[in-house]
């Protein structure tokens, strides 16, 4: 039974969070670039290695993997890793904005460094549960109605458009609807309470600001879920294969924020090629009929993993270019 592939994969977050938190994260510190990188190696290996074990499950229907709604599963292993793959890529490549605006909120709340891995992993730990329920919802849709993906397709196209005109300039997290509602119920302090998110005191409770940082990271990932979790059903309808990669980019996003979260306005062209990935991915979408028509799906998903990894690559690349001939003309 698939239920059991999906209790047993919960299990291995949650064994990976204890870990983190209990074991490696016990004492809060600083994360220092090196740890970071570390870290960061360490989390794609583990999405790697999974992947191995996608390949295997699917090639040889184990636990009746990939079997949704009563329907059998028509991936094949190598079909299933290249999808798995491709979703990890792309909701790793949108997480690179959200770094950039979650360093804005810890800017804005100036967040001891300290304290921004807590912040961060409560705040994942937040998004895995969100995340799971928009990817149920969303693969229930789309089994009953088949039609929503040209509107999700629809709505990576506008979101790549105000991705495009739009600035991260400055964060109001003062109008976020969810701040003020909780600041209508309970006091803030306006100090930090070392890593503390609520405090009593003379008996009240009062919240910290490290708590309104945490709902705010919270309220973003909200936004950028309605951004990445179409564009993962663009590659595959398989929910356990989008639910997957997706945890995995986000248990990689903390150590991926400190090893870039310093230098990550230098790639200034990264923002342009997630403009063109969200704008490939909902085209494709829009043309679902004709894929389905033409069977051609299983060639879509290294076409679509070679598209998504080399526009990366040519915004990577032309960022440092340019960052390079610029530090060339100053001297």
């Not at 997480?95 to 961060?120: C, E, K």
């Amino acid at each position: 039974m698939t239920i059991f592939v999906w209790i047993g994969f919960l299990a291995l977050v949650l064994i990976f969070l204890a870990l983190d938190l209990g074991v490696f994260h016990r004492k809060a510190h600083v994360i220092e670039i090196r740890e970071a990188l570390t870290w960061s190696v360490i989390w794609v290996a583990a999405a790697l290695l999974f992947n191995v074990g996608i390949y295997f499950m699917y090639e040889h229907r184990l636990f009746h993997i990939g079997d949704h709604f009563g329907r059998p599963c028509d991936l094949d292993g190598l079909t299933a890793a290249g999808k798995f793959f491709t979703v990890y890529v792309v909701e790793k490549s949108l997480s690179l904005d959200n770094i950039f605006v979650i360093s804005l909120i810890f800017a804005y709340f100036g967040v001891p460094a300290i304290y921004q891995h807590r912040v961060l992993f409560w705040g994942i730990l937040g998004a895995i549960v969100l995340r799971g329920v928009m990817i149920g919802l969303g693969a229930t849709i789309l089994h009953y109605a088949t039609w929503m993906i040209y509107v999700f397709g629809l709505v990576l196209i506008v979101t790549a458009i105000k991705m495009l005109i739009s600035k991260h300039e400055a964060v109001c997290p003062d109008r976020d609807p969810i701040v003020r509602l909780v600041k209508k119920f309970f006091p803030v302090t306006k100090e930090y309470h070392g890593e503390r998110f609520c405090v009593r005191i003379d008996g009240k409770l009062f919240l910290t600001p490290l708590f309104l940082a945490l709902l705010v990271v919270e309220s973003a990932d909200v936004v950028f879920a309605v951004d990445s979790i179409p564009a993962a059903f663009g590659i595959t309808t398989d929910p356990f294969l989008v639910f997957t990669a997706n945890i995995f980019a986000i248990l990689g996003l903390r150590s991926l924020y400190f090893a870039l979260a310093a230098m990550i306005r230098k790639f200034r062209y990264l923002k342009i090629s997630l403009v063109v990935i969200l704008l490939y991915v909902g085209v494709k979408m829009l043309c679902f009929e004709v894929i389905e028509h033409y069977k051609v799906e299983n060639k879509m998903t290294w076409i679509s993993l070679s598209v998504i990894m080399l526009v990366m690559l040519i915004g990577v690349i032309a960022s440092l270019w340019t960052n390079q001939r610029e530090m060339k003309n100053e001297k």
